[in-house]
């Protein structure tokens, strides 16, 4: 089976723009959790979808955002980029199980 | 408020013996306990698992160990390989509250094996 797969790998933007990053889980895997790495704040969670819904949902401003589609492909956006939101960005699915598993992630860097 | 802690930021033990990584939690509503190795700039790659109503799971090398009155949990790697060196992470999440796609993540500890 084909592994978590995040596009794109690195993006840099600017301050006040928005980012779209794209996850897609493993087959069979309805379950796309998003996190955030920062030297500061380690893994963060962001939020959950299931099924088209997000069931979990972290500490995060409202400009982070997400959806899932009905392949169960997931995105997540940023909006109104700040310095701070440079990260790497995490992306990970799990079925049945209880286990996740993880993308390589994207690397964002804000300017 | 961090609920999960990894208390040693590093470890460096000598191939071939037993490598011990702690973790330590204080929300009683987690059941589920995962371990994760990453090196940087990739994503963490899953290692090993435990439920609450375990007190011990093992995977070839890797053994973890949960006591859940003191609310703590080890991973044991024997023998240590020098590929083992990496970053270690554990997680935890309240799969009864439905809650089991929300880990939270302990620091993390850097593990160096030396040859």
């Known amino acids: 089976k084909a592994g978590v797969t995040q596009t794109p790998r690195y993006l840099i933007k600017t301050r006040g723009q928005q980012v779209t990053l794209s996850c897609s889980p493993i087959s069979g895997h309805r379950s796309v959790s998003w996190y955030q790495q920062t030297p500061g704040q380690g893994l963060q969670f962001l939020f959950e979808y299931f099924s088209e819904t997000q069931r979990n949902k972290g500490n995060f401003p409202g400009r982070f955002s997400g959806r899932q589609f009905s392949n169960s492909r997931s995105e997540m956006n940023v909006s109104t980029l700040e310095l701070g939101d440079s990260a790497l960005y995490l992306c990970a699915s799990s079925g049945r199980g209880h286990e996740q598993f993880f993308g390589p992630g994207t690397r964002l860097t804000v300017l | 408020d961090q609920q999960v802690k990894q208390n040693s930021p590093s470890l460096s033990v000598q191939e071939g013996r037993i490598s011990i990584l702690n973790c330590d939690y204080t929300?009683?509503?987690?059941?589920?306990f995962l371990w994760y190795k990453k090196y940087p700039a990739e994503g963490p790659t899953f290692l090993i698992s435990i439920s609450s109503i375990k007190d011990k799971n093992e995977d070839g090398r890797f053994t973890v160990f949960l006591n859940k009155s003191a609310k703590h949990l080890s991973l044991h790697i024997v023998p240590s390989q020098p590929g083992d060196s990496a970053v270690y992470f554990c997680?935890?999440?309240?799969?009864?509250?439905?809650?089991?796609?929300?880990?939270?993540f302990g620091q993390g500890t850097e593990l160096s094996v030396k040859p």
């Open positions: 929300n009683s509503m987690f059941d589920y």
């Open positions: 997680a935890a999440s309240a799969m009864i509250y439905n809650q089991g796609g929300k880990l939270i």
